[in-house]
């Protein structure tokens, strides 16, 4: 779990969404951190401590006179016990008093007394983020070292429409987790590709295969969280595109191949995981092809390009790394692949374990030798593999 023996603490704040708060404990549980709440005054009106109590299986503090604490030192012990302090949601009137360096509440007292990070996601009405003394005091905040997580834009709890919505409980606890993760790519940019490619044969069919996008997805999810620029151009998939990656939408081999090669020569790093279509139709219909024109339609075939290889042949290609998916001889062929493709790095896996699921096998192939790596979930396969690549590219 990539939060496993962290120690989080979250401060909720007055503002409606702090029914969301109530998921995101539920979330960085999940995720594994041992989660303490403290509330404002305020936030209490919006939801009891009961609940948040009750999520993460802790009693909630709100009160610096806390008798619980039997040193009156509830601002001392909370803060020195965390690895970090999120604020979620953040209002206009705690990030003023943080700004100042005003301790007139437990919260206040905590995040000033802290020698952890801080971590704050501002929600308040538009007008208020847009405020002069909101702004100056945003980059006050910023300047002494605080991470801001969003405000997003949208619609907001008072009917208005702007900047000033919290982030979604997901999307902090992608910012937390990316927050710990070691930065191995730091200002390395990131080019991959992922899912299949659909090439048309008429107006209504294709050729497709069976790759979900997963691997790739929750490679491009590790490189960004690595501190990695992340381009991700995707054939169809049903996935939502990964926090903070720029995503390039296609569908067939030649559309990714554009677009690869529109950003391959500002790309550090280049890694195809597409299952890309060897082959597309020379002859596709425009029309649906109907079945009672007499006989088989002849589908005539004729090579993609191949965009790892034409990457890799570029006069100063990206580091490139391949992925190959084989039903047998694994080594054999994905150390013939890499070596056709002139390519350092490949990434092997079976079809029956690599395409669809949550779960895969690689062993990666490089110079120098075979690495095979812990079967496991996508995601832990795909941190391992990022840690792999910064180590052949020098940043481990
Ligand atoms: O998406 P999932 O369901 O999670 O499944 C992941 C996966 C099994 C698709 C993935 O792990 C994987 O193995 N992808 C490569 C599939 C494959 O066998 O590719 P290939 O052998 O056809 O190609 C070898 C390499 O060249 C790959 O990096 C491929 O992206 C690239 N290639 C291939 C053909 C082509 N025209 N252009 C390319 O860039």
Known sequence: MELSGKRIVLGVTGGIA??????????????????????????????????????????????????????????IDLSRAADCIVVAPASADFLA?????????????????????????????????????????????????????????????????????????????????????????????VLMTAGPTFETIDAVRGITNLSSGRMGYALARAARRAGAAVTLVSGPVGLPLPQGVEGVAVTSARDMHAAVMARAGAADIFIGVAAVA???????????????????PPLELVENPDILAEVAALAKPPFCVGFAAESQNLEEYAQKKRHKKKIPLIAGNLIQEGFGGEDNRLVLFD??????????????????????????????
Not at 125 to 137: I, S
Not at 278 to 296: E, F, M, P, Q, S
């Open 278 to 296: 060897d082959y597309r139709v020379a002859n596709a219909a425009g029309h649906k092809l109907k079945k009672d024109t007499g006989g088989v």
């Open 367 to 396: 110079d120098a030798g075979v690495h095979p790596l812990t079967p496991g979930p996508k995601a832990v396969l795909a941190r391992q593999l990022v840690e792999h690549i910064a180590k052949l590219t020098g940043r481990n």
């Open 97 to 189: 008093r943080v700004a100042h360096g005003l301790a007139d509440d437990l919260l206040t007292t905590m995040v000033l007394a802290r020698d952890c990070p801080l971590l704050v996601a501002p929600a308040m009405n538009r007008q208020m983020w847009e405020n002069p003394a909101t702004q100056r005091n945003a980059t006050r905040l910023r300047e002494d070292g605080v991470t801001l997580l969003g405000p997003a834009c949208g619609e907001q709890a008072c009917g208005e429409t702007g900047a000033g919505r919290m982030l979604e409980p997901e999307e902090i606890l992608e910012e937390v987790i990316a927050f710990f993760t070691p930065k191995l790519l730091a200002g390395r940019r």
């Open 18 to 75: 702090a029914y969301k708060a109530a998921e995101l404990v539920r979330l960085l549980g999940k995720a594994g951190a041992e989660v303490q709440v403290a509330m404002t005054e305020a936030a209490t009106h919006f939801v009891t401590p009961v609940t948040y109590q009750a999520l993460s299986g802790k009693p909630v503090f709100t009160d610096q006179w806390d008798a619980r604490m039997p040193n009156a030192m509830a601002h």
